[in-house]
């Protein structure tokens, strides 16, 4: 038996482990379906900050994945409750799309222009135009306290690379030479630290999975959790060779925890 299923709780990342985009990776399904049968408790973390957790709840169980919406964890929920804690009913400006709004107004944050503004989220936009980066500019010349949903600089598309929250927060300290106060996003402490609050367990008794060194193997060792590296996403093996940060474990498919 694999030594991590022993563990009770694993804090699962989506794209690259189980999914990439909109279509399902079978070996990361299958392994996710099988923690679950034995009864291990799952949390889904996820930096993508386009989308609310209803709708990565959809996309799971369109892959097949039975998961309930307190079982994700995104970068978008985390950065409106992170909000939400530090200031009820706070005035926000964003750049984000629906799906960051969604979460937003779901915690009773108020969304206002950047003039009115208390927080500036930046969180990706793909119909980001020149308008909408003025404001943000704005905002951040006024000072307000700025949060970003994540710290990604890209994000693997299926045929290719595509800006990720990056292409934002370059351009505002390019031009304003301020960077967020706040990431919430992997591999920051503050949305690890809601997953294992979501899965009530002690950081001994979890595992962190992703496909990311920098980004979910970091962030598990941010928490001090054990982590595991999958080769289904974005890392190869060869990418282990010469890298700063390495996992505790390495698989080629989450699957494989059931066949080593
Ligand atoms: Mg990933």
Excluded at 73 to 94: D, L, N, P
Excluded at 140 to 158: H, M, Q
Aim: glycine share 8%.
């Amino acid at each position: 038996m694999h030594p991590l299923l022993k563990k009770k709780g694993f804090i699962i990342d989506i794209d690259g482990v189980i999914g990439k985009s909109v279509e399902p990776i079978e070996e990361g399904v299958k392994g996710v379906q099988k923690l679950l049968e034995i009864g291990k408790r799952v949390v889904f973390v996820s930096n993508n900050s386009t989308r609310s957790r209803r709708i990565l709840l959809e996309r799971l169980k369109s892959f097949g994945v039975s998961a309930e919406e307190k079982d994700i964890i995104s970068a978008t929920h985390a950065t409106a409750s992170f909000i939400a804690k530090e200031k009820k009913g706070a005035k926000v400006f964003t750049t984000g799309e629906t799906g960051l709004q969604e979460e937003l107004i779901n915690a009773n944050l108020k969304l206002v222009d950047y003039r009115d503004a208390e927080y500036l989220v930046v969180g990706s936009n793909r119909n980001l135009d020149y308008d909408l980066m003025t404001r943000a500019l704005r905002c951040c010349f006024l000072g307000v306290r700025y949060i970003a949903t994540n710290p990604d600089k890209i994000f693997p598309s299926e045929d290719g690379p595509t800006p990720g929250t990056g292409l934002i927060i370059g351009a505002l300290y390019w031009m304003t030479g301020r960077m967020p106060d706040v990431i919430v996003g992997k591999p920051s402490k503050i949305i690890m630290l809601e997953a294992l609050e979501r899965l009530n367990l002690k950081v001994e008794d979890v595992v962190v999975v992703g496909d990311q060194i920098e980004v979910d193997v970091v962030a598990g060792k941010n928490i001090g959790a054990e982590t595991l590296l999958v080769l289904t996403g974005v890392t190869k093996k060869e990418d282990l060779n010469g890298a700063k940060v390495l996992p505790d474990y390495v698989l080629q498919s989450l699957n494989d925890l059931f066949f080593s």
